[in-house]
């Protein structure tokens, strides 16, 4: 993995360039903006378990350009082998985040796509007339995953637009975690309605849950929201109470990792804590999320994997120790927020009013296979 400094206007979170996945390091953000250069498939699998880059659309992104660097590794070989390589590469990308419904969403999609460049159907029989050079194959997945990248930009935008009108002129937000370009390939979700209502020259001003353990809100979204002059305040966790009970607060607006079929959303730990506030407190609390992350197999948000992550994230704070050696930690990345506390989910085709399995089945994209199961 290689690193280089600088960067260009426009926040590129994770891109294709010159046969390497390139990533923004967001390990390193806001102290330093450098890049980091994956030219091998394990490095990309790295950076996604350490954070290097995460949010779970960008997570998706990365994986699918992931899977594309490994394929075009995999050295020439009779096509049932590079098949076994493939699928054993995509095997490793769904062992990294279990909650981020888009990873999986984009290895099934990276996976369909080798079937028909491959020319064999679901159960790996080659169909008649198909098949190609696998030099072919390779560059075949390349496109897909740049492609991936390019939609998930273009969709974010218009999530954004379709969001902006739940943001009054004038509105003070709470966000948690980072919803915004950094969590994706370009623009955010959360953060793209808050750049939408900006666009059309709304005044908004973002309040920013720090959120522990990683401090995403304090490291990232402020960074981005800063970088833009959107005007922001930095609180503490603990401080968003007190802040809606002060009358701070006019709506609460989240990204989210995997939402069920009935609109029960995962999302940063604290999230759940978030929605039950504005509930108290008469404040409408919105998801923004693409299609990819909605789950139709799944019933409802109990069904959801959570991501238990190492406990040394909560001993530390910013890299220094802050709890004695030994102590018993529990480290959960995320939690459910029932859809009864979600005024409305915003997506690429629409905002779901009333987040429920009927209105969600009519938004969702059929799902032809699963990887994580
Ligand atoms: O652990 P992270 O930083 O990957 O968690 C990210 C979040 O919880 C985001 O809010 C979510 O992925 C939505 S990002 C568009």
Redesign the pocket.
Known sequence: MSTHEGMTQEIRTVFWQDGAVVMID?KALPLAERYVACSDYREVIAAIND?TV??????GVAAAMGIALGALRIPDSPPENFRRAFDDICTRFAAT?P??R?LFWAIERMKRRCEEAYGVDREGLPEKGKGGPLQAIRETLIAEAIRIGEEDIEI?RRLGRNGRDLIPDGARILT?????AL??AGY?????VLRAAREEGKKIHVYVDE?RP?L?GAR?TVWELMREDIPCTLIADNMAGCLMQKGGVDLVI????RIAANGDT????G?FGLAVLARAHGIPFYV???LS?IDPELADGGMIPI?E?NPDEVIRCGGVRTAPNGVAVWNP??DVTPNGLIAAIVTEAGVIRTPCADVIQQFCPPQPRRQDR
């Open positions: 967001q954070l995460r949010g779970a659309p960008a997570i985040r909650t981020a888009n974010n948690h975690c980072n919803a915004g969590a994706t955010g979700t959360a953060l793209g959120t990683v995403q990232l989240v990204g989210a990792d995962a999302n940063k730990i999230t923004a999320a693409p992350t991501e992550r990345a995320f």
